[in-house]
């Protein structure tokens, strides 16, 4: 519980295995507390997807900020040329096998 405000950050990315009480509790908590909070959509599940959506309806209207995790790896990465994105890109072949399969063949963009 104090780890986070101890690091010193106000921005926290944050994921669980259920949206209505793992991600969704702590996110309004710690919205409530100042802090930029984002929960990843896709690295989180719900009872059912009305749940799921539900439960993020209720956080952005808390002010959360929801991304994906591939929308997080890549704002992280910034800039595609740096010597490290090698290493994100193998992260994202492994992660997404069939879709870079596909765009490797050209049937998608």
Same mark, same amino acid.
């Given at each position: ?12 990315? &944050? ?5 209505? *009480? ?14 930029? *909070? ?8 719900? &009872? ?11 956080? *952005? ?5 929801? &991304? ?39 049937? &998608?963009?």
């Amino acid at each position: 519980r104090h780890a986070v405000p101890a690091t010193g950050r106000k921005k926290v990315v &944050i994921a669980g295995l259920w949206t209505e *009480v793992c991600l969704t509790f702590p996110t309004l908590d710690m919205l409530a507390e100042g802090f930029e *909070v984002y929960p990843v959509a896709d690295a989180v599940g719900g &009872i059912s997807p009305v749940a799921h959506d539900t439960a993020f309806q209720r956080m *952005v209207q808390a002010g959360a900020q929801p &991304i994906t995790a591939i929308q997080f790896g890549s704002e992280l990465m910034r800039n595609w040329a740096r010597e490290s994105s090698d290493k994100f890109r193998q992260v994202l072949r492994w992660y997404f096998p069939k879709r870079f399969g596909l765009m490797k063949e050209g049937k &998608i963009g």
